[in-house]
């Protein structure tokens, strides 16, 4: 397992990253309620919240197959991971600090909404050039 992740360094980033990964899919299929009162959301929004951690949970299942079977050309799904992390991070940011949701009343967003991508973002850039022998 070490040797198909070119060492301990990128095994253990890829950790990380996936963890990061499990915990949001977590929260927004299993936590969601609490999770979504964390940010001053009400509760009407379980369902979107939900779908969006379906999609979250597949990538976090599709991550703990190539842990175990190695990322021997799985670069598909760490350019998906590391685009949509980046756009995120544009997202989340102008989401933060300019949209009407964000000024309404009980809501809470906080730099968590850019800042945890733009880790995922270099997380798996660091990755897809740690590995670029192994999944191209």
Do not use: C
Request: charged share 5%.
């Amino acid at each position: 397992m070490v040797e198909s992740f070119n060492g301990w360094i990128f095994l253990i980033i890829y950790l990380l990253n996936w963890a990061g990964g499990a915990m949001y899919a977590y929260q927004t299929v299993f936590n969601t309620v609490p999770w979504l009162s964390k940010y001053g959301i009400h509760e009407s929004g379980v369902l979107p919240t939900r779908v969006l951690g379906t999609f979250v949970s597949a990538g976090t299942l599709l991550g703990l197959y190539i842990l175990f079977t190695g990322p021997e050309g799985t670069w598909p799904f760490f350019v998906f991971n590391f685009l949509q992390a980046l756009i995120f991070v544009v997202v989340g940011y102008t989401t933060v600090t300019n949209s009407n949701a964000a000024k309404m009343e009980g809501v809470n967003y906080t730099a968590e909404a850019y800042i945890a991508p733009a880790v995922f973002t270099v997380l798996n850039g660091v990755l897809i050039y740690g590995l670029g022998d192994k999944i191209w």
